[in-house]
Nanobody, 128 residues
Framework: QVQLVESGGGLVQAGGSLRLSCLASGGTIRRYTMGWFRQAPGKEREFVAAIHRNGGSTYYADSVKGRFTISRDNAKNTVYLQMNSLEPEDTAVYYC?????????????????????WGQGTQVTVSS
C-alpha cells in the first residue's frame, strides 16, 4: 500500500515561490509515474504536472508551463513541485498522485484516473 504525504503549502504573495514535496512510503517512486493535480474551491481537480517513471519525460499544464518544475529524488523517495511566479489563480489544494500500474503514457498523463494512489493534499494560497 503506497502512502503519499504532501507538504510545503502555505500562504504566499503573488510573484512568490513555494516548493511542494511529496514523500512516498510503501513503494519505490522510481518505478512510478508521479503527478501533481490541484483543486480550487468550486472547481474540478485539474492536472498540473507529471514526471514519467522513465525519469526523463515531464509534462505540464499550459497554465503552469515555464513557472512550475516537477522533479524527483529517488534516494529520498520524494517528488517535488517548484512553483515560481505564483498567481492568485494558482490558489488550490495540491495533490500528489502515483501511477503504480504503469498506466500513464503520453496520451493520458493529465487524467486523474490514470493514477491509483493519492495524497491528502496541501493548501496553497496566493494573495494578490
Amino acid at each position: 500500500q503506497v502512502q503519499l504525504v504532501e507538504s510545503g503549502g502555505g500562504l504566499v504573495q503573488a510573484g512568490g515561490s513555494l516548493r511542494l514535496s511529496c514523500l512516498a512510503s510503501g513503494g519505490t517512486i522510481r518505478r512510478y509515474t508521479m503527478g501533481w493535480f490541484r483543486q480550487a474551491p468550486g472547481k474540478e481537480r485539474e492536472f498540473v504536472a507529471a514526471i514519467h517513471r522513465n525519469g526523463g519525460s515531464t509534462y505540464y499544464a499550459d497554465s503552469v508551463k515555464g513557472r512550475f518544475t516537477i522533479s524527483r529524488d529517488n534516494a529520498k523517495n520524494t517528488v517535488y513541485l517548484q512553483m515560481n511566479s505564483l498567481e492568485p489563480e494558482d490558489t488550490a489544494v495540491y495533490y500528489c498522485a502515483a501511477d503504480t500500474n504503469g498506466s500513464v503514457y503520453s496520451k493520458n498523463y493529465n487524467l486523474a484516473y490514470s493514477y491509483d494512489y493519492w495524497g491528502q493534499g496541501t493548501q496553497v494560497t496566493v494573495s494578490s
